[in-house]
């Protein structure tokens, strides 16, 4: 096949499209990535994020709460409803736990 | 209590009883022969004529804490040292397992110190994880690291017992307990050698040195090299706080005790979806907090541990 028809050409371009149109909204309205902490418990325990994207944390816990990632990030001390946020600029699988707790444990996979 | 409960003279059986029992804030630990024995409701009658030392424990004041469970924590603090004010038989000092405050905020300490000096005995501090949780992590140790070794452990004797308050709150690694770390343990090893084994050995330290619940982080990692260190003394006491509640357990010559919090109480383990403060209607809190007591004889071969009932 190597030619193609008009009707068929539109078809691919519409669909092309659509598709274009569709990635972009997602990244426009996704939510923005967060994990909460309620009753002791990191969640989603395991996150996947690109990378330059940001995660929040927030402690809705009523005992403050870290978010400790060795050598790559660490939060000051989360009192109930604190947040803390961190960008992700290279990808990993980024093990993190709260140091005040340390059988909280969580991860952000960074693609 | 009504007032035909004094006497003119001094103070009565139920007085005794009522100070001894709400001690439990507070644990009364008596020695007598060199053996530690805490005071419960069975043995409170008794308190006023117990001979030899007798110190206090409170643990988990909290201060600065205000959610749901206990919005006045300060208060209930206060209330603990007014009743150990009243105390017929004055303590010789007091040790506190940690968690003096909630947010490590100086005035958090600031207050802490203004109520608990009012006990006017000596107290000696070991930190719990949120008393180390200011920016530069300095509070703690200006106030209460003094004559400390590392991030605060420390050794005394008094009343012919060996103390040794114990740090396990600092250098936390994920997915673990409490820890003690290398430096402290090889330390703690060296303070004990060469001590005579007929010396009582108290330890104190903020979270559990054995393992109660790690599920909830209710232990120390390194806690049973801890453990090995004093298996050679005849009378070992090891005394903690953190969760909020009384659990004892007797292993051998070993027992291992925690305390009451005067802020609020968490649940007993894997009863609730995390240890956080437990609320309870207002009329209950403070029995929680105070009320029940405990009693432990030497020689007692249980290795269970003993969640003592709450009330009564």
Known sequence: MNSINRRDFGIAVVATALLSVGSARAEDTADPLAVHIDNFVFAPAQLTAKVGQTVTWTNRDDIPHTVVCAGKFRSKTMDTDGTFSFTFTAPGDYKYFCSLHPHMTGMVKVE | MSDHDHHEDGVSRRRVLECMTWAGTGV?????????????????????????????????????????????????????????????????FMIHTGDITHLSKASEFD???????????????????????????????ERYGRGTRGPGYYSFDAGGVHFVGLVNVVDLKGGGLGNLGDEQLEWLENDLKGRSKSTPIVLFAHIP????????????????????????????????????QVMQKVEGNVTFHTARSTAFPQPAPGSAPSPGPMKVEDSRLRSLLGVASINFKQGDQRLAIIDTPLQG
């Open chain 2, 28 to 92: 009364l630990w008596t020695v007598t022969g060199g053996v530690p024995r805490s005071l419960g409701l069975v043995e409170s009658a008794k308190a006023a004529e117990a001979a030899g030392m007798t110190f206090l424990q409170i643990s988990d004041s909290h201060v600065g804490f205000d959610k749901p469970a206990n919005p006045n924590a300060k208060g209930t603090l206060e209330e603990a040292i007014e009743k150990i004010r009243a105390m017929p038989a004055k303590p010789s």
């Open chain 2, 111 to 141: 207050d802490a110190e203004r109520i608990i000096s009012q006990a006017k005995l000596d107290v000696h501090y070991v930190p719990g994880e949120h008393d180390i949780i200011d920016e530069e992590v300095k509070f703690y140790k």
């Open chain 2, 209 to 244: 040195l054995w393992t109660v619940y790690p599920q909830w982080g209710w232990g120390t990692e390194d806690g049973a090299r801890a453990l090995d260190y004093v298996k050679g003394f005849g009378s070992v006491t090891v005394l903690n706080g953190h969760i909020h």
